[in-house]
């Protein structure tokens, strides 16, 4: 499976983006997707997961700004970031569960794309 995260920008302090990953060579319709972040000096860490049925999972600092959503028949997961603080900014990824471990460490996914930056200034 390849993954590819895009979207990623610069953007003030209470503005809004969306990021967009693209998956191929496996369709993902029944895996579990999420993305991650790290910022710089810092470990990556989880934001939010989305099961093949749908069900959501959000990092605490992230809840009630951000949503995740998937679009199986475009093989298309999103991440739709509102609200953004300075300490939103990282480098995104987007990654693939394929063994259901329903967990939210990075060891928990075995694909991942490349990472996207996105920057919140002040």
């Known amino acids: 499976v390849q993954l590819q995260a895009y979207g990623g920008g610069l953007v003030q302090t209470g503005g809004f983006l969306r990021l967009s990953c693209a998956a191929s060579?496996?369709?993902?319709?029944?895996?579990?997707m999420g993305w991650f972040r790290q910022a710089p000096g810092k470990e990556r860490e989880f934001v939010a997961s989305l099961t093949w049925s749908r069900v959501t999972y959000y990092a605490d600092s992230v809840k009630g700004r951000f949503t995740i959503s998937r679009d199986n028949a475009k093989n298309t997961l999103s991440l739709q970031m509102n609200s953004l603080k300075p300490e939103d900014t990282a480098v995104y990824y987007c990654a693939l569960d394929s063994r259901i471990r329903f967990g939210n460490r990075p060891a928990d996914f075995d694909f991942w794309g490349q990472g996207t930056l996105v920057t919140v200034s002040s």
């Open positions: 060579g496996r369709s993902f319709s029944t895996y579990i």
